[in-house]
């Protein structure tokens, strides 16, 4: 007598089928969920770099903006960096599938005096800016920020054309 014990091959056929066409339908909403997740990272980011040019100019900037953002991360004597050390590693970090920067279109302010944490007299910036570009699977929409504390989005994959003041053509402001 022969036992009847296992599955047939057609019976695991069939499971393997079933498993492929429910990973087929998960795949596209796990990798939508991850582009939504580094969206709203960046988002996070831009609100970061934001609050940190705010505190800077009030605290240690004397109404100037620092230029970069690992000068954000630099603290003043005694006292803490302005941003988190993962966004002060230069002025372009990438972080959650995109690519920051921050930048002016306005340049240096000349008359602005020595900073609390080293920066040298007219080295501040009158304005700045600042850009969340979507690397390879990263997002599908760009971001940027300015000294207005707006947050701007387009669907592009390119940088926004961001200056220190205005909204830039085609975009749409989420705060």
Not at 58 to 82: H, I, K, R, V
Not at 121 to 127: L, N, V
Request: glycine fraction near 12%; hydrophobic fraction near 40%.
């Amino acid at each position: 007598m022969r036992s009847n014990r296992g599955f047939t091959l057609i019976e695991l056929l069939i499971v393997v089928a079933i498993i492929g066409v429910i990973a087929a339908v998960a795949v596209p909403g796990l990798q939508q969920a991850r582009r939504s997740g580094n969206e709203t990272a960046a988002i996070g980011s831009l609100r970061a770099i934001t609050g940190a040019q705010s505190l800077y100019a009030a605290a240690c900037g004397n109404g100037f903006f620092s230029p970069s953002l690992s000068n954000l991360g630099t603290p003043p004597a005694g006292g803490q960096a302005f941003i988190s050390p993962d966004l002060s590693t230069g002025n372009t970090v990438f972080k959650s599938g995109y690519q920051v920067t921050m930048n002016s279109s306005s340049g240096v302010a000349p008359d602005a005096p020595p900073t609390c944490n080293g920066l040298a007299a007219g080295a501040a910036m009158q304005g700045f800016f600042a850009t969340a570009t979507p690397a390879s699977g990263g997002g599908s929409k760009a971001f940027g920020t300015n000294t207005n504390h707006t947050i701007y989005w387009a669907t592009q994959l390119a940088p926004l054309a961001m200056t220190d003041s205005t909204a830039p053509a085609g975009t749409f402001s989420i705060q």
